[in-house]
């Protein structure tokens, strides 16, 4: 009954009134803070981000959860990313003073394997937007508009098992 429920979320998600770009910006937060600790204000502070732009809150949170599971396994390599960023001799002058700063601070930029999942989300995050805006845009111009408008497609929703099938799948 769960993938049911994502089936039908995903198919509501791309289907929706949002803009593909509200659906890419919903991935890369998602990886962002699904990559970051929950409980580091960072973190936080994605939430609120999340909640206050228009984005996808949904694909957000469902792109969050994955990516806390990807995190579970790639800790090491957060903590290593983060290690050779903060204990860098060139960039401890930087690191001094902005970790310093006022609201900076509240953030937990000083812990290695924070700062190693903003900036592996960060990476993945931007290398993910433009494909996953292309897609969205793809499939609403192909799938989408082609299939309601088929006359095929409208003669095999006039069965009524048909539509008893769509409405578990789809909703």
Same mark, same amino acid.
């Given at each position: 009954?769960?993938?049911?429920?994502?089936?039908?979320?995903? +198919?509501?998600?791309?289907?929706?009134?949002?803009?593909?770009? #509200?659906? @890419?910006? *919903?991935? @890369?937060?998602?990886?962002?803070?699904?990559?970051?600790?929950?409980?580091?204000?960072? *973190?936080?502070?994605?939430?609120?981000?999340?909640?206050?732009?228009?984005?996808? &809150?949904?694909?957000?949170?469902?792109?969050?959860?994955?990516?806390?599971?990807?995190?579970? =396994? &790639? *800790?090491?390599?957060?903590?290593?990313? =983060?290690?050779?960023?903060?204990?860098?001799?060139?960039?401890?002058?930087?690191?001094?003073?902005?970790?310093?700063?006022?609201?900076?601070?509240?953030?937990?930029?000083?812990? +290695? *394997?924070?700062?190693?999942? @903003?900036?592996? =989300?960060? &990476?993945?995050?931007? &290398?993910?937007?433009?494909?996953?805006? =292309?897609?969205?845009? @793809? +499939?609403?111009?192909? #799938?989408?508009?082609?299939?309601?408008?088929?006359?095929?497609?409208?003669?095999?929703?006039?069965?009524?098992?048909?539509?008893?099938?769509?409405?578990?799948?789809?909703?």
């Amino acid at each position: 009954m769960i993938v049911l429920k994502w089936i039908r979320s995903l +198919y509501k998600v791309l289907s929706a009134d949002a803009s593909p770009s #509200a659906i @890419a910006f *919903a991935t @890369a937060f998602g990886i962002l803070g699904g990559f970051l600790p929950f409980t580091t204000g960072l *973190a936080m502070l994605l939430i609120a981000l999340i909640l206050v732009v228009r984005v996808q &809150a949904s694909t957000a949170i469902a792109v969050w959860l994955l990516a806390s599971l990807i995190r579970l =396994g &790639a *800790a090491p390599l957060f903590f290593e990313v =983060g290690w050779a960023v903060l204990e860098n001799e060139s960039l401890r002058p930087f690191w001094t003073w902005f970790l310093n700063l006022p609201v900076v601070a509240w953030l937990d930029l000083d812990r +290695y *394997a924070v700062l190693g999942g @903003a900036i592996c =989300g960060l &990476a993945l995050g931007a &290398a993910i937007f433009f494909p996953m805006r =292309g897609l969205v845009i @793809a +499939y609403r111009r192909w #799938a989408h508009e082609r299939l309601s408008q088929n006359r095929f497609f409208r003669w095999l929703m006039s069965f009524w098992f048909v539509r008893l099938l769509r409405f578990i799948f789809v909703g």
